[in-house]
């Protein structure tokens, strides 16, 4: 079903429930893969997955339209891994250096994200990236967003963007030469 459907039949009580559903079943895979290659464990993108589609559900009615509706979830995915990212590293009072530590051995210890080990050591250069450049490279390497619709996403210029991400790969390479 197209978003512009589900918008419509979101909109009218009797259908509600059935159109937030399906909005759920279309996005939640996406949603929860965008958030688990952030945050890393699994209990923890899986909470905020439901946490994003919560905010969903409250705000839809809500929603203008002028963005395309997996923006504006991918948006609200976002922001919430940023805020668990960054309220984890004020609730324990712990250097980037020790979060990006835990980060690794969930990694390490994930058969979901582990992989082989060219894979394994990809994520572990990842990992080493500031958060914001951590999103960036994700969105453009891993789910292959134009760098268009990661600007409506993230509310930054494509030019910023583009900047981020090259950074960003320069950063893997430098670690990954390393290592």
């Given at each position: 079903?197209?978003?512009?459907d589900?918008?419509e039949k ?8 059935m ?29 905020l ?8 559900w ?16 991918y ?5 919430e ?23 690794t051995?969930?990694?390490e ?10 894979q ?5 250069a ?6 914001k ?33 090259h ?13």
């Amino acid at each position: 079903m197209e978003d512009k459907d589900l918008l419509e039949k979101f909109a009218q009580p009797e259908s509600r429930n059935m159109a937030f559903n399906q909005l759920v079943r279309k996005y939640q895979e996406k949603v929860y893969w965008h958030i688990r290659k952030m945050v890393i464990d699994h209990d923890d993108a899986d909470d905020l997955t439901q946490d994003v589609f919560l905010k969903v559900w409250k705000n839809l009615e809500n929603f203008r339209q002028d963005a395309q509706l997996y923006t504006w979830i991918y948006r609200i995915a976002t922001n919430e891994c940023l805020s668990f990212l960054s309220s984890k590293k004020r609730k324990f009072f712990l250097p980037l250096h020790d979060i990006t530590a835990e980060l690794t051995e969930k990694v390490e210890a994930s058969p979901d994200l582990a992989g082989d080990e060219v894979q394994l050591k990809l994520q572990k250069a990842i990992l080493q990236l500031p958060d914001k450049q951590r999103l960036v490279f994700n969105m453009k390497y891993f789910e292959d967003l134009k760098y268009e619709e990661m600007s409506e996403i993230l509310g930054t210029s494509v030019g910023a963007l583009k900047a981020s991400y090259h950074i960003a790969v320069k950063k893997i390479e430098e670690f990954l030469k390393r290592d």
